[in-house]
């Protein structure tokens, strides 16, 4: 009888549950989440691949986890993130060509639900750590207002990792704890502080505070390690002194290991506090990296900001002591920015279809080591520059060009460099990335191919068809940081 009753009041403490969040998820299953982000962290900047990379931590994630094959993002930032949190494609939100920039009226659309708000419905507590770029010139478009119950971090895309000064010398590093006025306020008191360790820092105090019972998603989004190339000289000489390339190469280095620890500072204060028990981490870069800021995506062809595999195919690692039972495993089946948002709210425990985004979800493929769900996808259609890929199957279609830089950089000791390449492309390229993941062999005028690429071709066009063309946001003198006492604030764009 008491049992009976027990379930009784049980059933209806679950149906209080339902009719709040309009969905059926028992409270003890949500995992925690930590996303983190890598900025500019190229394919072969790991140690796990160049063993001249210092990342024991991250390495352990994958040796540990599901190491991810074939997951790829945008090929720079704003775009990759948007796309992550919207589960949309950028060019359907005129988000496709580029990054945003400070002055501009710009940010991921308002009008989408993304990915921390729908999880806020599940009951998690939000937090955003790091960069943002996503939008700041009104506070409705800043992280506080998109689902998360805090931010700490950079409006902006880049700055100094000292001085946290972006354009016009304007400081950029805020803490904002909620959505009134007051909530929102500059950490002049950072200024001098490494961002690596103030985000790592940040992130371990949230851990600290946060009551473990209510699920947390907290995006851990680090600076590094885009340029400028600035570090700590400790990180330098203890971790990379063997680096002799060159100079950047060799920082390139000390920042990533600079972030690796940060990431094992992150993940003992998991397990010290008791959260790794229920948890999912996802590592993740951005976009490919800048082979200019000593960055290498070997044995992949290209550079951020351009289609070639290197831009786009990133370090993608999933790790969970309870929800992947089965790992570690590499999983090679596509996955695309737009299916982590679907795949997210699977795994903490979603069960309705998600409308109105490009993503699938991938959680049972990836936990099961299944075939992905996701078969084709667009590498991106960039209508200012008029240049786009897709992908479909095993094949890669580029049409016009991918960009450049366009060769392979940095080889790990004792690799053979590959020679550069010409210059002048075909307007179309067909590769099979199966057999030729580097991208060395064109095969758009093979015979036997011609019907394959009909049918990409036909293919991108259907896609062509849905761009929204690139939004020219106007700029808003108003916002220069010499009007807000030096600093790059919020709230100079509403209408
Ligand atoms: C990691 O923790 C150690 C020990 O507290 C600290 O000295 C170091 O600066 C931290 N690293 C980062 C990147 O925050
Ligand atoms: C910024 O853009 C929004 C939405 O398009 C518009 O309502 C607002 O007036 C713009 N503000 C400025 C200062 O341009």
């Known amino acids: 009888m008491a049992t009976q009753q027990r379930h009784v009041s049980l059933g209806l403490a679950l149906l209080v549950v339902c009719s709040c969040l309009h969905v059926c998820v028992s409270a003890d299953s949500r995992p925690h989440i930590l996303l983190i982000f890598a900025d500019d962290l190229g394919w072969g900047d790991v140690g796990f691949r160049d063993p001249d990379m210092v ?60 990915l921390p708000e729908h999880l806020k ?74 961002s690596t360790n103030l985000f790592t820092d940040k992130t371990v105090q949230i851990l600290r505070e946060h009551d473990k019972t209510t699920p947390v998603f907290i ?10 190339l600035e570090v700590p000289e400790h990180y330098v000489t203890n971790h990379c002194s063997h680096v002799t390339v060159d100079k950047k190469r060799k920082l390139h280095c000390a920042m990533t290991a600079a972030m690796d620890e940060g990431i094992g ?11 790794s028990d229920n948890l999912i981490t996802l590592f993740v870069s951005d976009n490919g990296g800048p082979i200019k800021e000593g960055s290498s995506n070997w044995p992949l062809r290209g550079s951020k900001i351009t289609l070639w595999e290197g831009g786009t195919r990133v370090v993608s690692i999933l790790h969970s002591k309870k929800h992947l039972p089965d790992a570690p495993y590499q999983w090679d089946g596509l996955m695309h920015a737009i299916d982590w948002y679907p795949t997210l709210m699977k795994a903490a425990g979603y069960n309705q279809p998600i409308t109105g985004i490009d993503g699938v ?39 016009n060009k991918a960009g450049s830089p366009d060769g392979w950089y940095y080889p790990p000791t004792g690799a053979p460099p590959k020679p550069e390449t010409p210059r002048k492309y075909p307007q179309y390229m067909l590769f099979d990335l199966e057999g030729d993941p580097s991208e060395e062999n064109d095969l758009s005028g093979n015979r036997d191919l011609e019907d394959t690429l009909t049918a990409m071709k036909d293919k991108l066009q259907a896609y062509k068809d849905q761009v929204i063309p690139t939004r020219e946001a106007p700029k808003v003198a108003s916002g220069k940081p010499k009007h807000h006492g030096g600093a790059w604030v919020s709230g100079w764009c509403d209408a």
């Open 121 to 194: 419905e599940l009951g998690y507590a939000t937090h955003y750590v790091g960069k943002w770029h996503l939008g700041f010139c009104s506070k409705k478009m800043t992280p506080t207002y998109r689902g998360f119950d805090s931010f700490y971090g950079m409006y902006n895309g880049k700055g100094g990792y000292f001085d946290h000064l972006s354009k016009w010398k304007g400081y950029d590093m805020h803490e904002d704890k909620g959505k009134r006025p007051e909530d929102y306020t500059i950490a002049w008191k950072d200024q001098g502080v490494y």
């Open 361 to 399: 979800d991938n959680w049972q493929p990836i936990v099961s080591q299944g075939a992905s769900k996701r078969t084709e996808f667009v590498y991106n259609i960039d209508d200012v520059k008029k240049f786009s890929a897709l992908r479909d199957g095993k094949y890669k279609l580029i049409a």
């Open 265 to 275: 500072n992150v993940t003992s204060a998991l397990d010290t506090l008791g959260y």
């Open 219 to 228: 995006t851990l989004s680090y600076q590094a390690v885009h340029g400028p």
């Open 55 to 114: 990342t024991p931590h991250i390495d352990r994630l994958a040796r540990e986890g599901v190491n991810m094959g074939s997951s790829y993002m945008q090929q720079v930032c704003t775009p990759s993130r948007a796309a992550f949190l919207t589960g949309k494609y950028p060019f359907k939100m005129g988000l496709q060509h580029s990054v945003f920039s400070a002055l501009r009226n710009n940010s991921m659309p308002t009008d989408v639900s993304i």
